[in-house]
Structures are given as C-alpha cells and as structure tokens.
C-alpha cells in the first residue's frame, strides 16, 4: 500500500523501474520545501493583522501618556493610519508593521527548511555588473506591460460591472514624511521583499530547477500583494527578477532593479500631483515605449548569438516537465492553502460598481 501510494507520486512520468526511487525522493523533497514556504508565507496574514492592532494600542497609550487621556477615536485613528502615508507617524506605523509580517515569515522559512540566510540568499558582488543598466532597463519595460495588462483587466471588469479597491499609495508631499515614504518604498520594501522572494523562496527551489524556482516565486510575489489591479506588476517583474538574480548571482542586482521600479512609480504618482494626471500619464507612457523599444532590440541583437541563446535557456533548465514540478509544488498541503487564502483576499478586491 505504501509503495502504491509513493507510485502515485511520479506515475505522470512513466518512468523506468530503476529510477522510481530517485525520482519519489526528488518529489517528495519538492513537496516538503513547498509546504514550508506555503504555510510560513501564509503567516504573513495573521502577523500583517495582529501588528496593525498591538502597534495602534502602543502608539495610543503613548499619546496618552503624553496627552494624558485615552480615547476610542484615537484608537480608531491609529488603525486608519494604516495604508496611510501622509504623515510621519502613520509612515512609521506602517513601515514597523510591513518589516513584522515580512520578518516573521522568514525567519519561519529558514528555521523550518534547515537553511542559514547565506545559502539561500546570494549576498555577493554583482556579477558583470555592465549589464546592469541594461537589466533595470529591461526590468522596467516588463513592468510598462504589465501596466498596459491591468489597463485591459480594468476594462474587462468594467465591463462586468466589477471594479478592484487597491490600497492608496498616494504619496505625501511634505518633507518630511516624503523622505521617509521615499525610503519605505525605494529601499526598506525593495530589500525585504527581495530577501524573502529572490532569496529564500527562489534559491530554495533552485535545486527542482531554475524555472519552477522564477515561476513560483513570481506568482507568490505576485499574490502576496493582495489585489488583482498589483497582481499582473507583481507576477510579471517578479518573473524579471527571478531571471536576473541568477544571472547577476547577486540578490543586490534584484534589490537595486526593484528600488528602480518603484521609484519611476513614485517620480509619475508625484507628476500627477503638481502637473495632472495627463502630464504624469504622457511621462510614463513615453518612458515605457522607450525602454520597451531598447528591450526588444538588445533581445534580438543577442538572441542571434548562439551562445547567448543557450544561456537564457540554461537560466529556465528544469530536469522534469516544469507542468510536472509546478503541479507537485503547488499541490502540497501549504502551498495549496497558501495560494488559495491568497486568491481569496485577491478576489475579495473586488467590488460592484
């Protein structure tokens, strides 16, 4: 009976007698690694909820101890700061809860897949570091479709009569809180959220092979975001990201093209305050047609060199079908409860218009 059921395991394969063996082991490793970092991601939600109310109540009986009173609108709008950045306080608020739920959940995923943070996170120098302009360059051209993706989603679920409630990242515009929102998004998100899908998740399925390892990370990414309107951004420069950090071997090249990402984001939130939405909207249009035009042409001009093709391939090599792999991962237990409570809250998005 054990045997039928390990059987089951690899019988998509068809594989030879001799290599049964082999191939139950490699899967059920598979499983195991995508189980942890299924339920350890999946702590992130009940973290993400329990610091937002104990850093509120901190942050309210520290106004009373200065104010000398407490009171439930206080409370209230210590939760509301939340999402907010506006002022200094609900930036810092924010940014001690986003480092929370983003620590929590990796410090679990080292603990339970046995790993110290320099196996799984390459912290070295930049490999050929001339091409990193080009690698920010492409970065950002595949976060310009995605752009152009969710434009389309919109419309289709304008059409249904739907239409998605995405947090507001509108940026502040006094000084100071625009300093500290500039490094929450430009370098405190950038570095986190790199950590823990680059390094940890990504270079802990590197040894099921290197396309399962960028898909998984990227749709995780990808979902961990919470609405569908950031899901294709997410997915898509996530799939960037995975390529680049195993072609730069450096988690920094990743954190740097992330930083670059949303930095360009905040230059066009903060065009659309002081000039309009028109200005803000030609700005970025025509920045996304330019680097989209210099992606395309050093990907061809490239793709003609028979080395160079081989490479970009050997970057996506898995040793098994990836529909095999990406079935095996996704179907265990955690990752499979992960990635449905995470579609949930996607959906949950939504709203009737």
């Given at each position: ?15 030879d ?8 082991g ?13 339920w ?30 407490l ?20 930036i ?28 799984v ?14 690698g ?6 595949v ?12 419309a ?41 899908f ?18 998984v ?56 305050i ?8 030609v ?41 095999f ?16 409570v995470?579609?949930?809250v996607?959906l ?6």
């Open positions: 009976m054990r045997k039928n059921k390990e059987w089951k395991l690899v019988e998509d394969l068809d594989p007698s001799h290599e049964v063996g082999r191939l139950i490699f899967v059920k490793q598979l499983r195991s690694t995508s189980n942890i970092i299924g350890s991601l999946l702590s992130q939600q009940v973290v993400a909820v329990v610091a937002e109310i104990v850093i509120a109540i901190v942050v309210s009986f520290i106004q009373m101890f200065f104010q000398g009173n009171t439930g609108a206080n409370m209230s709008k210590n939760m509301s700061d939340f999402g907010h950045y506006d002022t200094v306080l609900g810092v608020q924010n940014i001690i809860c986003y480092f929370s739920y983003m620590f929590i959940p990796f410090i679990l995923m080292l603990f339970f897949l046995r790993r110290k943070p320099k196996e996170i390459p912290i070295h120098r930049i490999h050929n570091i001339r091409w990193l302009p080009m920010i360059i492409f970065t950002l051209a976060s310009f479709i995605a752009e152009i993706l969710i434009t389309y989603l919109a289709a679920l304008s059409f249904l009569h739907l239409s998605v409630n995405s947090p507001d990242f509108t940026p502040p515009t006094r000084l100071a809180p625009m300093v500290l929102y500039l490094i929450f998004f430009c370098i405190v998100a950038p570095i986190c959220e790199e950590f823990i680059r390094g940890v998740i990504l270079h802990s399925l590197r040894r099921f092979g290197n396309g399962l390892a960028i898909l990370s990227a749709l995780l990414f990808g979902l961990i975001h919470g609405n569908l309107n950031q899901f294709p951004l997410a997915f898509c420069t996530g799939l960037a990201l995975g390529f680049f950090v195993l072609e730069f071997k450096s988690i920094w090249a990743t954190v740097i093209m992330h930083a670059f990402v949303n930095l360009v984001s905040t230059i066009v939130s903060y065009l659309s002081y000039h309009g939405n028109a200005i803000g909207g700005f970025y249009m025509g920045l996304g047609i330019m680097l989209f035009a210099i992606s395309v042409s050093t990907f061809f001009l490239l793709r003609r060199q028979s080395a160079q093709r081989k490479h970009f391939l050997e970057k996506w090599y898995t040793p098994l079908p990836i529909s792999l990406l079935k095996k991962a996704i179907s265990s237990l955690g990752m499979l409860v992960c990635i449905i995470l579609v949930v996607c949950l998005s939504l709203r009737i218009v």
